[in-house]
């Protein structure tokens, strides 16, 4: 009879270990965080100009009619 004590905190303890086995074999690898390809100049074709929220605002009350002009101050 005192080999049973010994017997559950074994067991118990064989449990634990191979629960926190399979839970890291079950995690998955984060991904790769995507390299975009745009460049400067393609980021500052898109910035520059005139930009309006006058249709969302038109549409939905929630929205502002906001307005901004943007435009490049260094040519390089």
Request: aromatic share 6%; glycine share 2%; net charge negative.
């Amino acid at each position: 009879m005192t080999h049973r004590p010994i017997a559950v905190c074994l067991l118990t303890l064989a449990l634990i270990v191979a629960c926190g086995h399979k839970q890291a074999q079950t995690e998955k690898p984060q991904p790769a965080t995507p390299t975009p390809n745009i460049t400067l100049a393609q980021l500052a074709d898109w910035m520059t100009g005139s930009f309006s929220s006058a249709d969302q605002a038109a549409e939905d009350s929630a929205f502002f009619d906001i307005r901004l002009e943007m435009s490049r101050i260094w040519l390089e």
